[in-house]
């Protein structure tokens, strides 16, 4: 079982990016992903989650309206499309599987951590 997060990059201010987590080992869509990020120095926090049902477990308040998670069930590969991004957004971003379906926005919760993927948001 597997998770790679990749599409980060350096972007500017008011750009867009779109992250992909890519699935091996199992069929993503009979468990939850999580997207969550982490800035230099500071604990891992909750971005978005979507469910074996298709349904999202909310966004975090920070990008709430610019950020979008969506899934590719034949591409086995979840999406994290971000618009209007800024400085805040800047960060190692992660992918991971709920493998105990708690629905759950917790990062405890979560497993299956694939290498992060950077972004820059430069101002």
């Known amino acids: 079982v597997q998770l790679q997060a990749y599409g980060g990059g350096l972007v500017q201010a008011g750009g867009s990016l779109r992250l992909s987590c890519a699935a091996s080992?199992?069929?993503?869509?009979?468990?939850?992903i999580g997207w969550f990020r982490q800035a230099s120095g500071r604990e891992r926090d909750f971005v978005a989650a979507?469910?074996?049902?298709?349904?999202?477990?909310g966004y975090a308040d920070s990008v709430k309206g610019r950020f979008t998670i969506s899934r590719d069930n034949s591409e086995n590969t979840v999406y994290l499309q971000m618009d209007s991004l800024n400085a805040e957004d800047t960060a190692v971003y992660y992918c991971?599987?709920?493998?105990?379906?708690?629905?759950?926005?917790?990062?405890?919760?979560?497993?299956?951590w694939g290498h992060g993927t950077q972004v820059t948001v430069s101002s």
């Open positions: 991971a599987m709920d493998p105990g379906y708690t629905r759950s926005r917790s990062p405890l919760h979560y497993n299956y």
């Open positions: 080992g199992f069929t993503l869509d009979e468990y939850t």
């Open positions: 979507i469910t074996w049902s298709g349904s999202n477990l």
